[in-house]
Nanobody, 116 residues
């Protein structure tokens, strides 16, 4: 399974950040696969943001839940992250990841900077 993040590298404060993860080599509806978004701000550790399951159920980390939405487009085999009301503290490398029964796969990551 291969994952590729895409989206704008620069977002204006107070706007909504939107990223897409395009999946190849596997279906996002495959049983027991969980598709997630993780970020790493500069100089900090990895932060799990949320996930969408093979069933379509979604899960979010409590600290970001009010600003985060993860959805999917099964026809395109993609899933999307939306993070609203961004601030410069949301600047990070954003990764998509899949956890499967046999292991996990990561995208290469995409840098997002929040700045006016």
């Amino acid at each position: 399974v291969q994952l590729q993040e895409s989206g704008p590298g620069l977002v204006t404060p107070s706007q909504t950040l939107s990223l897409t993860c395009t999946v190849s080599g596997g279906s996002i509806t495959t049983n027991y696969y969980y598709w997630s978004w993780i970020r790493q701000p500069p100089g900090k550790g990895l932060e799990w943001m949320g996930a969408i399951a093979y069933s379509g159920s979604t899960y979010y980390t409590p600290s970001l839940k009010s600003r985060t939405s993860i959805s999917r487009d099964t026809s395109k085999n993609q899933f999307t992250l939306q993070l609203s009301s961004v601030t410069p503290e949301d600047s990070a490398v954003y990764y998509c990841r899949v956890v499967a029964p046999y292991g996990d796969h990561w995208g290469q990551g995409t840098q997002v900077t929040v700045s006016s």
